[in-house]
């Protein structure tokens, strides 16, 4: 896929989160550390993720997120919209906790932002992310995760400033493409859109489609990648364990993976408790599906033998020139030990699969 030598493996995209991060917050927000220390403590963490992927045999690699995260209360919300949330001119500074954005955990509590005021383009800094990676593996491809139009309005309140979830989704889509044409212009190799909640929200789909096309509009060097997700959901990071929040069937993802202008397809498979996979028939001939191999939602290590079992299944009905192995989701809530040490089978199963 990069002209010299085919993926097979990548990442969904964040890592480790380790312990740390919320004690250092706090000793910023007591006056006990400044800032710039723990951003330099993040890219550190950074660092070491990086040779993580690397040292596990990865092929597209990325930096973990964890540029983007100040701790890990809920998991992936702090990250994937909080973070971005505070660089988009259009939102304040509040954040309101919101229930009720999925009825697969209906009392799940998320850190919500607040749109007070049309949005505008903003620089959400992903460009910096690219060239850290970049730096730490020069000739390997990278990949940045970015959330999708429909999560941030899922998410988010709106405070009056748009009449409908569309406006918003559309004027979001404006923001994250300035971003993603920028990631595509400094080499990034694969961009990709994070979207959990357009599954079973049938009635968003048409333009939900369409704000994720919207994104992607004028990108000409990047593989475009959509990660349909399950959840990854806790609020006690102590917990190290995410829990899936998201309600997920093939038949309701099939209009999306249809609809979408993009390359590659994320979808988790280990931990998915459908038995009839034979929607996969209709799977459209110019994606390529990169398939969940390792449950992130639990520590047990799988073996090279069962990810060579969930993608022989998946070979049944793709060829395995389209078929790319990944986590289930993001790896963000798992000890970095077991994290490794899944990537590692993950490699493993994969190179066996794919020789």
């Known amino acids: 896929m990069d ?81 971005f949330s505070a660089k988009i001119k259009g939102f ?17 509590q998320l850190p919500a932002p607040v749109v007070t005021s049309k949005l505008s383009e903003s620089d959400l800094g992903l460009v910096g992310e690219l060239k850290l990676v970049r730096e730490c593996s020069p000739t390997a491809p990278v990949k940045i995760a970015i959330t999708g139009p ?13 009449p409908n979830d569309q406006e918003l989704a559309f004027d979001m889509a404006k923001v994250l493409n300035a971003e993603i044409l920028k990631l595509d212009a400094a080499g990034c190799d694969v961009i990709q859109l994070d979207e959990p909640i357009l599954w079973f929200l ?7 489609i369409e704000a994720i096309n919207r994104c992607f509009a004028g990108v000409k060097r990047a593989k475009k990648a959509l990660h349909l997700c399950q959840g990854n959901y806790q609020p006690d990071p102590s917990a190290h364990k995410g829990l899936r ?59 090279p033998e069962e990810v060579v079992r969930t993608l022989t299944r998946i070979g049944e009905y793709l060829p395995k020139e389209r078929i790319m192995a ?30």
Request: hydrophobic letters at 40%.
């Open 3 to 83: 002209g010299k030598k085919r993926w097979t493996t990548m990442v969904v995209g964040s890592h480790t989160v380790p312990d740390w991060y919320p004690i250092l917050q706090k000793a910023v927000e007591n006056h006990e550390l400044s800032p710039e220390a723990f951003q330099d403590a993040k890219e550190t963490a950074a660092r070491a993720s990086i040779k993580d992927l690397e040292g596990a045999g990865v092929s597209v690699l990325g930096d973990g997120e964890l540029l983007r995260r100040s701790n890990n209360v809920c998991g992936p919300p702090n990250a994937m919209i909080n973070f």
């Open 150 to 162: 429909h999560m941030f309005v899922k998410v988010a309140w709106n405070d009056g400033a748009y």
């Open 92 to 108: 304040s500074a509040e954040i309101r906790p919101k229930t009720g954005v999925t009825p697969g955990a209906p009392g799940a």
């Open 202 to 208: 049938t009635g968003d789909q048409e333009w939900g």
């Open 245 to 303: 929040i998201f309600p997920s069937k093939f038949n309701d993802a099939l209009p999306i993976i249809k609809g979408v202008n993009v390359d590659i397809i994320v979808l988790a498979f280990s931990s998915f408790d459908e038995k009839d996979i034979s929607v996969l028939s209709e799977f459209p001939s110019d994606k390529i599906l990169a398939v969940g191999v390792i449950d992130v939602q639990k520590h047990e290590i799988e073996t």
């Open 326 to 355: 990944v986590p289930d989701c993001g790896l963000n809530h798992l000890p970095r030990n077991v994290a490794f040490k899944k990537l590692q089978v993950m490699v493993k199963g994969a190179n066996t699969f794919f020789a």
